[in-house]
């Protein structure tokens, strides 16, 4: 399994950025894909999902960036997208992309991110 | 939101040496809840998922335990390539939180 980002940057505020994911090793469309951002120094903080078509391709967001950022995916292409709009200085991450898998356990399902990229670092600054 | 927090912050330890990271959910997210370890300039990777179940290929020294609101990850003998942040995450609810990380240093 790999995931590699591409596109992140030096955006000045209010700015616009896209990030893309490109996947091999596994089926692509039938994966839940997550970005997911570490700002310099400090945690991790989920950033938004996409779901597989064949479980309606449907989108969340965290509250921070909802209605700015939009997640897509290409199933064509194994690729998963992140479209960041009216970027804020809290916006600067690292932004990693990450597969947002389920593993079953006593009947239950659990909801992880077992693989994930490198990142692609952005800055959004003046 | 629910809120998860981790204690300690950071701690020293020693190569062969007990450690354990304390995790605490704001409400009950039973056993929803995952491990991981982030090495510097490392992408994070997955150690446990259920509270309890290690991931294929980690460690035994690993382990983790709990339900509820109270979570435990323990290292039973600490080895040089442990030496890491680890970060628990519930995914009960949306937005799936992570704790604020634990960093484990060389004393």
């Known amino acids: 399994v790999q995931l590699v980002e591409s596109g992140g940057g030096l955006v000045k505020p209010g700015g616009s950025l896209r990030l893309s994911c490109a996947t091999s090793g596994f089926t692509f469309s039938n994966a839940w894909m997550s970005w997911v951002r570490q700002a310099p120094g400090k945690g991790l903080e989920w950033v938004g999902r996409?779901?597989?078509?064949?479980?309606?391709?449907?989108?969340d967001y965290a509250a921070p960036v909802k209605g700015r950022f939009t997640i897509s995916r290409d199933d064509s292409k194994n690729t998963q997208s992140l479209q960041m709009n009216s970027l804020k200085t809290e916006d600067t991450a690292m932004y990693y992309c990450a597969t947002d898998s389920k593993y079953g356990n006593k009947g239950y399902s659990y909801t992880l991110f077992d693989y994930w990229g490198q990142g692609a670092l952005v800055t959004v600054s003046s | 939101d629910i809120q998860m927090t981790q204690s300690p912050s950071s701690l020293s330890a020693s190569v062969g040496d007990r450690v354990t990271i304390t995790c605490r959910a704001s409400q009950s997210i039973y056993n929803y809840l995952n491990w991981y370890q982030q090495k510097p300039g490392k992408a994070p990777k997955f150690l446990i998922y259920?509270?309890?179940s290690l991931q294929t290929g980690v460690p035994s020294r690993f382990s983790g335990s709990g339900s509820g609101t109270d979570f435990t990850l323990t290292i039973s003998s600490l080895q040089p390539e442990d030496f890491a942040t680890y970060y628990c995450q519930q995914t009960y609810s949306t937005p799936g939180t992570f704790g604020q990380g634990t960093k484990v240093e060389i004393k």
């Open positions: 259920a509270a309890s």
């Open positions: 996409i779901k597989s078509k064949t479980d309606g391709g449907t989108t």
